[in-house]
Nanobody, 123 residues
């Protein structure tokens, strides 16, 4: 499967962005999906993941209550709504798909990666 992410950009602290990731192919619904991020000089970390049917999700603590992951299996797309953005959210964000994991937390759980999209939170 190929993943195409979009929606990054420059936003002021407290602002919002919505990332989208569209997948190719007809089997999107069999993949757990998620978003990772990697800040300059830091390791890549999971931001959120969502189950195949969209009924379950998990988040890292630092984004709980601010970010929302969702998916539309009819459109082969997963979203990350980011509200109340902070400078520490600045990173390259990567879309990810897993065949083996409904929800995931580690880079090693991922089978497919999208290209990154830069999110910069700055005044």
């Amino acid at each position: 499967v190929q993943l195409q992410a979009s929606g990054g950009g420059l936003v002021q602290p407290g602002g919002s962005l919505r990332l989208s990731c569209q997948a190719s192919g007809r089997t999107f619904s069999i993949y757990g999906m998620g978003w990772f991020r990697q800040a300059l000089g830091k390791e890549r970390e999971l931001v959120a993941s969502i189950s195949r049917g969209g009924g379950s999700s998990n988040y890292i603590d630092s984004v709980k209550g601010r970010f929302t992951i969702s998916r539309d299996n009819a459109k082969n797309t997963v979203y990350l709504q980011m509200d109340s953005l902070k400078p520490e959210d600045t990173a390259v964000y990567y879309c990810a798909a897993s065949r083996g994991y409904t929800l995931f937390s580690r880079s090693t759980d991922v089978d497919y990666w999208g290209q990154g999209t830069q999110v910069t939170v700055s005044s």
